[in-house]
Nanobody, 114 residues
Framework: QVQLVESGGGLVQAGGSLRLSCEAS????????WGWYRQAPGKERELVAS???????NYLDSVRGRFTISRANAKNTLYLQMNSLKPEDTAVYYC????????WGQGTQVTVSS
């Protein structure tokens, strides 16, 4: 089974930045589209950003212009650079395939204080 290990979360003040990383233990990493998802307390998980195998990106409207998704195929790693963070970005962030697997990693907590 593929393992997804997210890291890089933390507590940051509004306006700050964080960079999330996700290592995926699959030899098919480079062939798949991937996404960053988040789940805030009491809310459903939502797709925040995605990136195709050709590095075409797409973003949730509320994060466009502030977040940047990227990938390093040689490292089987997905990144999310988050700038100008807002309190409403507070959530547990997960990576997964775009069209996710049936399982999820442990996620990484991002907390933005006002």
């Amino acid at each position: 089974q593929v393992q997804l290990v997210e890291s890089g979360g933390g507590l940051v003040q509004a306006g700050g930045s964080l960079r999330l990383s996700c290592e995926a233990s699959t030899s098919n990493f480079r062939f798949n589209a991937w996404g960053w998802y988040r789940q805030a307390p009491g809310k459903e998980r939502e797709l925040v950003a995605s990136i195709t195998s050709a590095a075409v990106t797409n973003y949730l409207d509320s994060v466009r212009g502030r977040f940047t998704i990227s990938r390093a195929n040689a490292k089987n790693t997905l990144y999310l650079q988050m700038n100008s963070l807002k309190p409403e970005d507070t959530a547990v962030y997960y990576c997964n395939r775009y069209g996710p697997f049936d399982f999820w990693g442990q996620g990484t907590q991002v907390t933005v204080s006002s």
